[in-house]
């Protein structure tokens, strides 16, 4: 079967480094030195921006255009998973003045944490600019290559949004503890802004429209099947599996009945086992004999 993929951006080719900037520019009429600064450096491992209330200057290939601003994401990231090489830039209405998809521009502007319908409505920020002063440097550059949300890529936590222990956390004015690994509300923090790939998608929803510009649509990776586990055949990690309802292995979540789980592993070495995981699709065991 031909494998079906979206491409979309996370709200959440090396052309022109961030270090071919080789000084940073004055704010003008202040005398002060604007730093330069790559865009995970502005977006930081967190759900607030280290640079937030700075003026910056960063720099990114523009990789999608909306009717009010448009995405730039690092064409080479730095690669920590943990901080999105992606962000969003807010133009206005009609996004008068904005640059083409492929474009390679320089930003100057002050980091904001935009939080949509304000404060008040509980809504995470966005880590963003609003009208920078613009440089187009370059045109037709290739986009960096998606990050896939899937098997084939990095899988999204499914069971815990936010960690109980962290409970209660104001996310709009204090960066919690950042676990993307774990935490699906910090996962996709770390893709904001960023071209993300959503492997095998199937649609879980109807097609929500808000105005004439922009919809949402509910989706699942790899057809909705359930999540691999990947298993330490460790007789501690035996015991930690079998004895809790809330299963985590390396950046893998699936919720169990310990009993059930129980009886998998009893499965071992049996036919029981291949038409089990032949069902499952995607359930792998170890054998811990």
């Avoid at 095998?200 to 929803?205: F, G, L, N, R, Y």
């Amino acid at each position: 079967m031909k494998s079906r993929l979206i491409t979309l951006f996370v709200l959440i080719t090396l052309i022109f480094p961030i270090g071919a900037i080789a000084t940073g520019a004055r704010a003008a009429g202040t005398g002060v030195e604007i730093p330069v600064v790559s865009i995970p450096e502005i977006q930081g491992a967190g759900h607030l921006s280290p640079y937030r209330g700075q003026t910056v200057t960063t720099e990114g290939v523009v990789t999608g255009v909306a009717f009010d601003g448009f995405f730039v994401q690092d064409p080479v990231g730095d690669g920590n998973a943990d901080t999105s090489d992606g962000m969003w830039v807010f133009m206005g209405n009609f996004c008068n003045g904005c640059p083409a998809v492929g474009d390679h521009v320089q930003l100057t502007d002050r980091v904001d944490e935009f939080i949509p319908g304000g404060a008040g409505t509980g809504n995470l920020s966005t880590t963003d600019m609003a009208f920078p002063n613009l440089t187009a440097l370059s045109s037709g550059n290739p986009l960096p290559a998606p990050v896939v949300i899937g098997r084939s890529g990095r899988i999204a936590p499914n069971v815990v949004t936010i960690s109980e222990d962290e409970l209660p956390v104001n996310l709009q004015d204090d960066p919690g503890v950042f676990n993307p690994d774990e935490d699906g509300i910090d996962f996709y923090e770390s893709l904001e802004g960023m071209l993300v790939t959503v492997e095998d998608a199937v649609a879980v929803s109807a097609v929500r429209a808000f105005g004439n510009f922009s919809s949402e649509l509910f989706v699942l990776p790899n057809n909705g099947h359930p999540q691999v586990i990947q298993c330490d055949c460790s007789e501690s990690a035996a015991d930690e599996f079998l004895g809790n309802e809330l299963l985590y292995y390396p950046k893998i979540f699936l919720r169990v009945d310990p009993a059930s789980c129980l009886r998998m592993f009893y499965l071992a070495n049996t036919d029981e086992l291949d038409d089990l995981i032949e069902r499952s699709d995607s359930l792998i065991l170890c054998d811990l004999e």
